[in-house]
């Protein structure tokens, strides 16, 4: 997927530093992380700062290991400010459909870059159908559709059973963010790929569907 540019260097070094940080700083995670209660209360820049803050260097390390490899894709297609433009619109989409589902629990919290890597990944995915992932434990390559649509299918069941202590909505939220800007900004995509992004927008007419039933 070729070198990275300075842009995506960026982006993980101050995920890198302003996590590093948090880690070693209680009150600067607790000051900008995603907070219901601290949201509502008008400290909106969580919905920013929360997205380079992580909970240990694990959950940093696979964030910032998916942007590697998916961030090339969309600097190729489009450039270093539509890149930014759909990292940061997949980060605060995430972040509002978290706040959406959670707005009357005070006491939810959240942090990582995974809306903003989310919307990275469908990027790329819109892009290039036709890649191929390795993942750790499975041997064989998987298409990145066929992974882009487990993963949302995933996070639909996280979201309605809670499953573990994951933003689930966040990474749903950031996809779709993803999703619907690239085609805004890349509108030549509904004569390549046509076929491809219907099956993509599956998963989001499920969730809404479920969410119109109150099935969420």
């Known amino acids: 997927m070729g070198g990275l540019d300075i842009v995506v260097i960026l982006i993980i070094a101050a ?3 302003l996590s590093l940080k948090g880690f070693n ?3 600067f995670f607790e000051k900008y992380k995603f907070n219901i209660g601290g949201i509502r209360r008008g400290e909106q820049i969580r919905m920013l700062t ?7 260097t694990m959950h940093l390390f696979f964030n910032m290991l998916t942007l590697y490899f998916f961030a090339p ?3 190729g297609f489009l450039g270093n400010i539509k890149f930014l433009i759909i990292y940061f619109s997949s980060l605060f989409a995430g972040n509002l459909l978290s706040l959406f589902f959670h707005k009357d629990e005070y006491h939810y919290s959240a942090v990582g870059a995974s809306g903003a890597v989310s919307g990275i990944i469908y990027a790329g995915i819109l892009f290039r159908p036709d890649m191929s992932l390795h993942l750790m434990f499975i041997p064989i390559p998987i ?10 299918l995933y996070s639909i069941f996280g979201m309605k059973n809670q499953i573990g202590n994951i933003g689930h909505d966040a990474h749903f939220g950031g996809a779709v963010g993803g ?3 690239t085609l805004i900004m890349a509108p030549w995509l509904f004569q390549e790929n046509l076929l491809m992004i219907g099956i993509l927008a599956i998963p989001i007419l499920v969730l809404f569907v479920l969410q119109r039933l109150g099935k969420l």
């Open 15 to 17: 995920n890198v530093i």
């Open 73 to 75: 894709v969309v600097v």
């Open 179 to 181: 999703y619907v800007v």
């Open 50 to 56: 929360s997205g380079f803050l992580h909970v240990d």
């Open 143 to 152: 298409p990145a559709y066929i992974f882009g649509i487990g993963y949302l």
């Open 25 to 27: 700083d209680f009150s």
